[in-house]
């Protein structure tokens, strides 16, 4: 009798070299004065969250949480393009939601979630359902 393998899952935190992870892991922890494991789980859903929209015929939204890593990763902004031009072939733009009564441009962060995990990345729920107003900064396409 054979065992049948799970597909293996992918990480957010292997898009990227272990050294710019841990620097921008530290940043978070300065920035928004959480923990380091709670730094590392931000980045890698963000990261996650990026490799979707790259491939994502809709807008996407980051949680507000999982947001904190993705402008994190973009202040670092050499490392940010040459991630963008690697994993999408192009720049992947934040666009604020500047305006609380606009309609909801990008897909809720549940339906982004279920995208990160259809690629095949974990999905850390706790991120992804966080309080927050839906309809947030989402990713251009």
């Known amino acids: ?77 050499k490392e940010y393009a040459a991630f963008c031009d690697r994993v999408a072939g192009r720049f992947i733009h934040h666009m604020p939601d500047d305006d609380p009564a606009a309609p909801v441009a990008a897909e809720p962060p549940s339906v982004t979630a279920d995208a990160i995990g259809a690629l095949g990345f974990a999905v850390d729920l706790e991120l992804w359902t966080a309080p927050g107003r839906h309809g947030g900064p989402g990713c251009e396409h």
Do not use: N
Request: hydrophobic content about 45%; overall charge positive; glycine content about 4%.
């Open 1 to 77: 009798m054979f065992l049948k393998r799970r597909p293996r899952v992918q990480t957010g935190r292997e898009l990227i070299d272990p050294a710019l992870f841990d620097r921008l892991c530290r940043r978070i922890v300065l920035d928004y004065e959480c923990d380091k494991a709670r730094a590392e789980r931000i980045l890698d859903q963000a990261l996650a969250f990026l490799f979707t929209c790259a491939g994502s015929a809709k807008p996407l939204a980051p949680s507000p949480e999982v947001d904190l890593g993705w402008h994190t990763f973009l202040l670092y902004t």
